[in-house]
Structure formats: structure tokens, C-alpha cells
């Protein structure tokens, strides 16, 4: 079958297109340049053309502070687009995978999220991003939600601390978020495992296991460079003022994979362990 990976440029549409290719599977990677999601004809005429058996939105708005004052035009990339793909995948027969974001939860309290829990986003970015969830989901589409990304195709927290750590004697981390750091080589073959899979669609947490800070995870990055990890010195995230407010507690639950009958993702250490090698090749 055929897939369509839109944002194909990306981080993780570079890594899945990758994952399927080693898979044999036909991929049509589409990257910005070659498909703006906000021209709806020429959306339309993509999927005409390629008669995909399955979409995969990666494109997103994903510049998180520009978009409070910019809001509009992140809604059109992450909401408006996403209703032109999701319609014109249910015209073709297609299955379409919209990923989402954590920042759809308000992100207080220390429990992990479900996938079912009441969404409250706390900034503009989470807004134009559950518009687009609405707009999948209206038509029966997978909706894949994912936090904390690192690979090696693309600008990361993980690929950011290894820069420093050459830098830097210390960086100062926040030590007062937490999260679910996640490999885009596993979300890749997670996504492509729910495809292929008889799961009924809706909304899916893809997040490896586990939870840190962003601190906690600069450490690990430091001891997988031979590093001292206490040269990653706590913070907090007052100390670092943004103009769109970032969640405390972005841990998201998984219990939708096992009903699907499905395993979740492995533990964030154990992927960013497998992923270190690649990571260190193209550091």
C-alpha cells in the first residue's frame, strides 16, 4: 500500500519515512516545500494523485511562542488544513494518522493524562492543536498525541544538551517540568504497528514510557557522553520566562495501546540508549 507522509522534511517524517522504506513499503514523502497544507486545491489533488491507502499528518505549526501572537495562521497550518485532509481521506477511503501534542492538557497535577481525559489547553499552540484533533477525529481518523520529540534529523532538547556539553563547564536545566522524552525512530514503528493493526481508531498516546525532567534527561545525555551528570545544574522554569506558558506535568497515560492489544512504547531510557548511536553519528 501506498503511505503519505506529509511534513515529510521533519523530524519524525524523516524517521518514519525512513522505518517504512526499510520496511518495503511504497512512502510518498512530502515535505513543505513540495506541499503546502494550506493551499486546500493542491492538498486535494496530492491525494488524488497518489491514491494513498494511509496519511500521515506531520506537518504542523510547531514554533510554540510565535504562535500567541500568531495565532491564526498556526490555526490554519494545525486545525484549518487538518479538516481539508481529514475529508478528503474519508472521500478516498483512506486512513488518516493526525499527530497531535501533550500541550492539549492543561498540564497541572502529577498523574499521567488519558487518553480520554478533558482537554484545556494553556497556550495558543495546544488551541490550534486540538482543532486539528477535533477535526480528524470528526471523521474517524487515528489521532497520535506525542511530547518531549528528539531524533537525528532535526533541531532537539537531547541533540542541544550534546552541543553544550561541549561548550559548556555547566548548563543550568529546569528541573520542574516533567515529561515522556520520545525516540521519532520509535513513534515511527509505533505508528506503522497501529496502521497495520485491527485497532478502532481514535486517540493514542505515543510517548515512550516513564517520566523526568528535562534535567533528569540532560544527565542521561551527560553520562552517555562519559560526562559528569551533576554538571547539569538545576532550575526553574521561572528562570526562564516565554511568552506562550509551557505545562508542568506533560506525563501521558497509555492504557489505549494495551486495549488495542497492543504494547506501549519502551521506557525513555531504554529508546534514548538504542538511539544514541545514530544520535552520535550525526551530532
Known sequence: MTWLITGAGGMLGTDLTLRLRDQDEHVVPLSRDRLDLRDASSVRAALREHRPATVVNCASWTAVDDAETHEAEALEINGSSVSVLADTCADLGATLVQISTDYVFEGLGSDPYAEDSPTAPLNAYGRTKLAGELAALATDSYVVRTAWLYGAHGANFVRTMMRLAAERETVDVVDDQYGQPTWTGDLSTQIIRLVKSDAPAGIYHGTNAGRTSWRGLAQEVFA???????????????????????????????????????PPMRHWRDALHAAWPELARNA
Open 224 to 262: 552517555l557522553l562519559g560526562l559528569d551528570p551533576e554538571r547539569v545544574r538545576p532550575t526553574t522554569s521561572d528562570k526562564f520566562p516565554r511568552p506562550a506558558p509551557r505545562p508542568s506535568n506533560s506525563v501521558l497515560g497509555h492504557d489505549r495501546w494495551s486495549k488495542a492489544g497492543m
